[in-house]
């Protein structure tokens, strides 16, 4: 902690790297917070499913016949068996052990034999659901039931969103591109959320995209706010319509704790980050590129390989040789450069991020929940 004569240290190296701290986190942030599941647009038809794994558990997205979007842990009420694998099309959801059936909003139809046993009320059956919010199009859930809604954890993300990418709800999937690392996620969601480094570490992005002497990042809930101009036209990288909309040239993110963000380029190309922590070491980050319809787009492919090319991978080097420096006797947390003025050289978004992660590491992660 800072007091008026001490900065604020960095975060014990322990939180980084000890796998006991990593259990608390599964168990209990990751259980607790909105965590990215898909996009909506995967889901075209009634029937349509896909899975997906988050703090340990196995779950499945599904769309019923009522264009409602429905989320449940991946799981039979008979003897607990998975009941999907991948993603398809069913008109009923069916287990392939006893062949329990369940229609598209969970409710127990039909097993066989059920109607010999006494007092059998299959009306009381179904499959254990999760809340599940559409967000412009893309899919989260949290595995607490007394979650707030994502506006009350995020405020005004949404419509920020809309703003800067007016035509988002027409967005699908053009592109993932996989980025396994070898350090603890938040070293990499750390990384991200600075721009302390930018000038020395990713030449292409501060001077072909962004001008990081305008860069800026506040919290906004539990939301870290990114914002910047974009770099002079004749320096841009990949070329853009600046009277195409009042914010076409801008660079917004906008972090969702704890392991998501969308991320708008200049000329209104969204791109999302997604990170899954695989143990107390190792993150596996999720870039996401979308057009709109999916439509191929030259300026985007390119884009995300000059980003695979550049930024990604220059990145990667640095947070995994955090990583390894978290393991060294020799380390003392320096303080965190936090100017009262913010600005691109300052760590005072880090200063909030890790008092986010010291709660979750200490077993109280914060969240908003119902009373």
Known sequence: MADDM??????????????????????????????????????QNPGDYFTFEMAGESLFCVLDRDGAINAFYNVCQHRAHQLVEGSG???????PYHAWSYDLQGR??????????????REEICLTSVPIENFCGFLFVNLDPDARPMDEWFPGVRA?????????????????????????WKVSVENYSECYHCTLNHQTFATGIVKPETYDIQPQGFCLRHTTECQNLESMSYPI???????????????????????????????????????????????GWYSVDGEESETIRQLAVQDRETTVEEDIHLVESVQRGLKSRGYRPGPLVVDPRCGVESEHSIAVLQGW?????????RTCRKI
Not at 13 to 19: E, F, G, I, K, N
Not at 169 to 184: D, G, H, I, M
Not at 243 to 251: F, P
């Open 108 to 121: 127990l139809r039909a097993g066989p034999n059920i109607k010999a046993v006494e007092g059998f009320r």
């Open 241 to 287: 319509d600046l009277d195409a909309n009042a914010h076409a040239g801008d660079y917004s993110s906008w972090f969702l704790w704890p392991m998501f963000s969308f991320q708008v380029y200049p000329g209104n190309l969204l791109n999302t980050y997604h990170w899954r922590a695989v143990d107390a070491d190792h993150v596996v980050v999720w870039r």
């Open 160 to 184: 920020e969103l809309l703003a800067h990418v007016p035509h988002i709800e027409t967005l699908r999937l053009l592109e993932w591109v996989e980025v396994p690392e070898a350090c603890n």
């Open 6 to 43: 001490n900065p604020l240290l960095s975060l014990d190296a322990r939180y980084y790297t000890d796998p006991k701290i990593f259990d608390i986190e599964s168990s209990g942030l990751f259980a607790s917070s909105w965590q990215f599941a898909g996009h909506a647009s995967q889901l």
């Open 357 to 365: 992660m010291r709660d979750a590491g200490d077993g109280r992660p």
């Open 89 to 95: 099309r069913a008109p009923v959801i069916t287990c």
